[in-house]
């Protein structure tokens, strides 16, 4: 605080009602008694005018004068920085209860200050974690993309070292490492379990609540090395009060130890995640459920007809061989699977008395027949798992020569995966009994 340099009244370092009293005194009741003491001496009045004159003097500038000084600047002080928002500090040259008011505003101005400090900087956390979380989440698909990448940019805008996000496996009662990431080259431990009793996210994970302490890169499921132990924030995951998992960072400087602001951050980060993780486990089941109807329609389809028994299977056994031998990977050898077992799911919407002819097909009847491709992509269409079975699907009765159906595609316009399954569907019926 400024103390001034300049000189101080004697009276400075009175109490409020004591300078009060004391200009009293010089102002009103020592010029009475001067007035009272000439009146019975008989003295004349003009001699004592200089002694009331210079009481007042001294009442005012020295006692009255500073107090009234120091209330305004006071006030102007409190004024300026309620009215703009600009805090200053206020000089203090008294002790007294002036001094003492100007010292608490200077302590709640400092105070003020301080806190906006924290909240712009917690308001640039967020904003920079925001940005980083909402990005990854429009460049990337796939909830372990963006389970990755909500761990990565938490544990940078926290400027932390390392973060891991751990989920619950019910079953066994225990906690598995999902994801981690690490800025200095640690290695996750593979396979690493942790028992709902054991541990801080064990704790976390089984009493619901926040902890902030400091433990070693293994709390998280890193290989501890030769790390020292750092500061660590944990936090539940939980659904209707159910616990998910745990996600929790590390800062390898223990002494930066994580604060309330930090920690309310990543519990809201915590519940988006909690509500994500959710809802796509929720959107697995329903595909799943989505996935083994369509399967089974493909089926009903088949058995309407005897002579087509075991067809698609069969077509999704041999297109997968095919791509095999052709070193297609394992993820393209399974797509030309499904689409072998569902390259026909389309035929449920052709009439009986078609699908089951046992004759050549009129050409009204042919059209309506051809449209089975067009059929089967829009039943399998609305599932995100199958999104690449929908082309094969669609194309797999198109020629090489451009007069298949149902866009007339020619060689390399034809997909590969549809001209595999076009091949091993022409296969099957060669090698089967047909009515036609």
């Not at 932390?160 to 640690?186: H, I, R």
């Not at 976390?204 to 902030?212: I, L, Q, S, W």
């Amino acid at each position: 605080m400024e103390i001034s340099r300049r000189w101080r009244s004697p009276f400075g370092e009175l109490g409020l009602e004591r300078k009060l009293t004391l200009a009293f005194g010089f102002m009103s009741f020592i010029p009475i008694l001067f007035i009272v003491w000439a009146m019975a001496s008989h003295t004349a009045l003009d001699i004592v005018i200089y002694p009331i004159a210079a009481s007042m003097f001294i009442g005012y500038f020295f006692v009255v004068r500073r107090t009234i000084q120091s209330v305004l600047m006071v006030s102007k002080r409190v004024r300026a920085a309620t009215s703009s928002g600009i805090s200053s500090e206020i000089p203090v040259t008294e002790s007294n209860e002036i001094g003492e008011l100007a010292r608490a505003f200077n302590r709640i101005t400092q105070d003020l200050e301080r806190k906006i400090e924290e909240l712009e900087a917690s308001r640039q956390l967020v904003k920079k974690l925001l940005t980083r979380i909402g990005a990854a989440i429009v460049s990337y698909e796939g909830i372990d993309n963006v389970l990755n990448l909500v761990v990565e940019n938490t544990v940078v805008a926290l400027e932390a070292q390392m973060g891991s996000l751990l989920l619950v496996d019910g079953q066994n009662q225990e906690l598995y490492v999902k994801t981690t990431w690490s800025s200095n080259g640690f290695a996750p431990v593979s396979e690493k379990r942790i028992k709902m009793q054991e541990g801080i996210a064990g704790l976390v994970a089984r009493e619901g609540h926040t902890m902030r302490g400091v433990g070693s890169p293994t709390v998280l499921g890193f290989e501890n090395g030769h790390a020292k132990e750092g500061a660590i924030l944990c936090v539940p995951l939980k659904l209707r009060d159910r616990p998910i998992g745990v996600v929790m960072v590390l800062r390898e400087n223990a002494e930066r130890v994580f604060n309330e602001d930090e920690e309310s951050l990543m519990s809201s980060i915590a519940s988006q995640m909690a509500v994500a993780i959710e809802n796509y486990r929720l959107n697995l089941d329903v595909e799943r459920t989505y996935v083994e109807t369509i399967m089974a329609l493909a089926l009903a389809v088949e058995a309407k007809d005897p002579y087509s028994a075991g067809h698609s299977k069969r077509v999704g056994y041999y297109a997968s061989r095919i791509g095999a031998v052709l070193g297609l990977d394992e993820e393209m050898q399974r797509v030309l699977n499904d689409a072998g077992i569902l390259h026909d799911i389309g035929k449920i919407g052709i009439r009986d008395d078609i699908l089951l002819k046992a004759g050549s097909l009129s050409p009204d009847e042919l059209k309506i027949m051809q449209q089975h491709p067009l059929i089967g992509e829009a039943i399998v269409k609305p599932v995100r798992s199958l999104q690449k079975v929908v082309t094969l699907v669609r194309h797999h009765h198109e020629r090489y020569d451009g007069s298949g159906y149902p866009d007339a595609l020619k060689g390399e316009q034809i997909p590969l995966g549809a001209r595999i399954l076009s091949v091993a569907d022409t296969y099957d019926a060669m090698v089967t009994d047909r009515p036609y």
